[in-house]
């Protein structure tokens, strides 16, 4: 069984920095493109930044310059450095990967969320 668990969230002040984990574990051949979502009370959710296996990067406007997507393939992880965070990044923050199992074709699979919580 495939799952992914966020973890890193918290609160902290306007301009400091967090870092969000999103770990994958179970029957993994491979593990394809990769992306963090966020979503904020009455908002709708939006993508923050995704990371392809081909090593690229995309990010959201709101965030880009302050936020650094990263994955480490040996560990089967990825993380999201928020840096300069603003009270506007506040929002529950998912890690969303393309995974493809020992015995499946490829799935969607969705983390749990963790809470980020900006103050100023």
């Known amino acids: 069984q495939v799952q992914v668990v966020e973890s890193g969230g918290g609160l902290v002040q306007a301009g400091g920095s967090l870092r969000l984990s999103c770990a994958a574990s179970?029957?993994?051949?491979?593990?394809?493109?990769l992306a963090w979502y966020r979503q904020a009370p009455g908002k709708q959710r939006e993508l923050v930044a995704s990371?392809?296996?081909?090593?690229?990067?995309n990010y959201a406007d709101s965030v880009k310059g302050r936020f650094t997507i990263s994955r480490d393939n040996a560990k089967n992880t990825m993380y999201l450095q928020m840096n300069s965070l603003k009270p506007e990044d506040t929002a529950v923050y998912y890690c969303?990967?393309?995974?493809?199992?020992?015995?499946?074709?490829?799935?969607?699979?969705w983390g749990q969320g963790t809470q980020v919580t900006v103050s100023s």
């Open positions: 969303n990967a393309d995974i493809s199992s020992d015995y499946d074709v490829e799935s969607n699979y």
């Open positions: 179970g029957s993994i051949f491979s593990i394809n493109a």
């Open positions: 990371i392809p296996s081909g090593g690229s990067t």
